[in-house]
């Protein structure tokens, strides 16, 4: 039987809007009567009008130079909000690329667990900061070393969560297989691969997350591009409206990523949960 989606309700639009149009009414009261400086935590007002110039060209329009839909994507918010996509997506591919394949190995076979499990378990507590300067200095600045702590802090989520995905299948389905006569590779693709489907997607879904923080830091550090590099740069001049712009930037990208792995997952997953297409 399918189950009904659910809809757009604009009561829960509204209860959901309600406390942020109250903090951000509460700051702009603030900041207008003085009680706030204005160079510590400037008024909404300020920071919409700041993302806005960070969204737009910082050149003239030119029909020599240029069509006018590249000069429209040549704002310097968008070049940082793309520089920091790729370094994410490339991040995220090496560590989940590299995830899988070794938590399916562990989570199917006792003796591969047995081997890589200490190694995973000291290295997992270590948070990807923590890499930062050996990053440096294996890889000097630039993409290579944020790409580097990327897959790092997508790595183990993944992983994780894919051996305990192989390792929980229902033993009724394993059962079920072994009397159907299906052979140690059927079984691997046929019956344990879909039943950890949801761990392993759960564990994606976890693992961009933290790429997407992890990025932010890396840029502050190792790169000269990107969002977490411009909100250090607007920090040096005091540009805290800038600051708080690319924060904004940051929320608004994260949250379009993750809905759009929401999405992904829900859709990759109509089977599991029974649902008609």
């Not at 929980?168 to 590779?185: E, F, P, S």
């Not at 691969?193 to 830091?217: E, Q, W």
């Not at 001049?237 to 924060?247: E, L, V, Y």
């Amino acid at each position: 039987m399918s189950q009904a989606k659910p809809r757009f309700s604009p009561a829960a639009l509204l209860r959901g809007s309600l406390v942020p149009v109250l903090v951000i009414a509460l700051w702009q009261i603030l900041s207008t009567s003085g009680l706030i400086n204005p160079v510590v935590l400037p008024s909404p007002v300020q920071v919409v009008v700041r993302w806005w110039a960070y969204l737009l060209p910082t050149e003239a329009y030119d029909p020599a130079q240029s069509s006018w839909i590249l000069w429209a994507l040549s704002g310097e918010m968008l070049f940082d909000a793309w520089s920091s996509l790729y370094r994410v997506v490339l991040g995220f591919a090496v560590g989940a690329g590299l995830a899988l394949p070794l938590g399916l190995a562990m989570g199917g076979n006792p003796r591969i667990y047995a081997l890589f499990d200490p190694l995973m378990q000291v290295l997992r507590p270590i948070p990807p900061i923590a890499y930062i300067p050996l990053a440096i200095l294996w890889f000097g600045l630039g993409n290579a070393p944020a790409v580097f702590l990327i897959a790092i802090g997508a790595f183990f989520p993944v992983l994780m969560n894919t051996i305990a995905g192989v390792r929980h299948v229902d033993g009724i389905y394993l059962r079920a297989a072994r009397n159907l006569g299906a052979g140690k590779l059927t079984m691997f693709v046929r019956v344990i691969l879909p039943a950890a489907t949801p761990y392993i997607l759960a564990g994606a879904r976890i693992g961009i997350g933290t790429a997407f923080i992890v990025v932010i830091v890396s840029e502050m550090i190792a790169v000269n591009s990107g969002l977490g590099f411009r909100i250090l740069e607007a920090r040096e001049f005091m540009w805290s409206d800038k600051i708080i712009a690319g924060m904004f930037t940051i929320g608004l990208l994260g949250l379009a990523i993750d809905i759009g792995m929401n999405r992904l997952n829900n859709h990759l997953l109509r089977w599991h949960r029974g649902l008609e297409n």
